[in-house]
Nanobody, 116 residues
């Protein structure tokens, strides 16, 4: 089992920045990849970014050039640096971890609101 704790959400003005963090505990040794998804009201949850333990990254087109995913050296904490935020980035952001057995774990979500 893997437990995920997210932090870093909040209210920010358009053009501002936020940094989200997600730390995994439990059987985190078996983590294969870490990622972020988001869900806006009335919409389906969508992929934002992912990073593998070796360090390969992948981004949704909507956030390329504005968001950066990274992880710590231990590999159990993932970050999402969000710059040039737009109102349409408003959503609940979820951390997602996949282990080597392809089990998927989700964080509890953290609210990001972009508004003036």
């Amino acid at each position: 089992q893997v437990q995920l704790v997210e932090s870093g959400g909040g209210l920010v003005q358009p053009g501002g920045s936020l940094r989200l963090s997600c730390t995994a505990s439990g059987s985190s040794f078996w983590i294969n990849s870490l990622g972020w998804y988001r869900q806006a009201p009335g919409k389906q949850r969508e992929f934002i970014a992912a990073i593998t333990i070796p360090g390969s990254t992948n981004y949704a087109d909507s956030v390329k050039g504005r968001f950066t995913i990274s992880r710590d050296n231990v590999g159990n904490t993932v970050y999402l640096q969000m710059n040039s935020l737009k109102p349409e980035d408003t959503a609940v952001y979820y951390c997602r971890v996949v282990n080597r057995l392809t089990n998927v774990y989700w964080g509890q979500g953290t609210q990001v609101t972009v508004s003036s």
